[in-house]
């Protein structure tokens, strides 16, 4: 009996494993009809300005709304789209998007520059790289990159000359996940960078750990002797941001000032909800 209980155990571990390649394989497979369907959207998450107490930049996080399946999250199809081969797709129907959503933005007084999130594997892709400089050349839309240091670290000669392109074109570039993977401080000398965004895992619990905060004072510390500018990740409490605005920290992102909203979602939050920009918005400061 217990043989066989033991026995049933494996085959169920196996089952399930063979369900989640399958629906790898099956996400894959509906990629390149996924964007060809309008099946993507983006979602917009403002990056504020603790001492200025405005918007300095947003972060376009793409969203899978799948016909039968629902909403499918990044984390679930970025993978699946660099290993299909369908990354450099994705973030051209990206970058395509967000010049056209910033400059609409822009024109409508709310100007300032939407960053994108690029997968390492397209950093060291020629091909990529020449289209999407194109594209950004004729967009005329503020543009930045966000780029972690683990998709520098394969090939950084080449990664690094691609990003200095980028930059010399003035995409801003962002430091994405700061201390969560590999963080050279080589790579951080030598990247094209002037943002340095510190990992949510060291925000989420900054006011109920002991080292969180000392880790993130000295990241901030770091990054300002470099001359970059800091942004704090999962910022969702407004202990966490009292404790960063005391931190000299430059920017904050999370679901305390906002979730990422669709476009709509996001343009009301600019005009509506937005408590630094509403009347009264001065005295409405949400650092207290
Ligand atoms: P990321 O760039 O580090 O984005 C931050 C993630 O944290 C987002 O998850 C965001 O929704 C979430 N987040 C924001 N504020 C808070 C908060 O206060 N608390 C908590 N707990 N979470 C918060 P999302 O949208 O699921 O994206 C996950 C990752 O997927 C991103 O991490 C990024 O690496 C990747 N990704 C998203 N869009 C793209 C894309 O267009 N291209 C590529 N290559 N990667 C993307
Ligand atoms: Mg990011
Ligand atoms: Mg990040
Ligand atoms: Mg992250």
């Avoid at 930045?144 to 683990?150: C, V």
């Avoid at 409490?237 to 960063?244: F, G």
Wanted: proline share 4%; aromatic share 6%; with cysteine.
């Amino acid at each position: 009996l217990d043989e066989a209980r033991g026995e049933n155990r494996v085959v169920m571990l196996d089952l399930s494993r063979a369900d989640l390649a399958f629906d790898k394989l099956t996400l894959m497979r509906e990629l390149p009809r996924a964007i060809s369907n309008g099946e993507m959207f983006l979602a917009y998450q403002p990056k504020v300005h603790v001492r200025r107490q405005e918007i300095a930049s947003a972060e376009a996080l793409i969203r899978w709304q799948h016909p039968t399946r629902g909403l499918i999250l990044p984390g679930d199809f970025i993978s699946v789209a660099e290993q299909a081969g369908e990354i450099g797709a994705l973030t051209m129907w990206t970058l395509e998007q967000v010049i056209a959503d910033q400059k609409r933005l822009a024109q409508d007084g709310h100007d300032f520059p939407i960053f994108i999130n690029i997968s390492g594997v397209l950093l060291a892709d020629s091909v990529f790289v020449a289209e999407a400089c194109d594209l950004i050349r004729r967009g005329g839309a503020r543009i930045g990159f966000e780029i972690t240091e683990t998709a520098v670290i394969r090939d950084p000669d080449v990664a690094i000359r691609h990003l200095q392109q980028f930059a010399d074109i003035g995409v801003e570039l962002a430091i994405d996940d700061y201390g969560a993977g590999l963080s050279s401080l080589a790579y951080l000398k030598q990247l094209p960078a002037r943002e340095l965004k510190i990992d949510k895992m060291f925000v989420l619990q900054l006011t109920s750990s002991n080292r969180d905060p000392l880790i993130v004072r000295s990241t901030i510390d770091l990054a300002h002797a470099l001359e970059m500018e800091v942004t704090a990740e999962g910022v969702e409490t407004p202990s966490a941001l009292a404790l960063l605005s005391v931190m000299g920290c430059d920017m904050v992102q999370g679901f305390l000032i906002s979730r990422p909203l669709a476009i709509e979602a996001f343009r009301h939050f600019l005009v509506e909800e937005n408590p630094l920009l509403s009347p009264g918005g001065a005295q409405h400061s949400f650092i207290r």
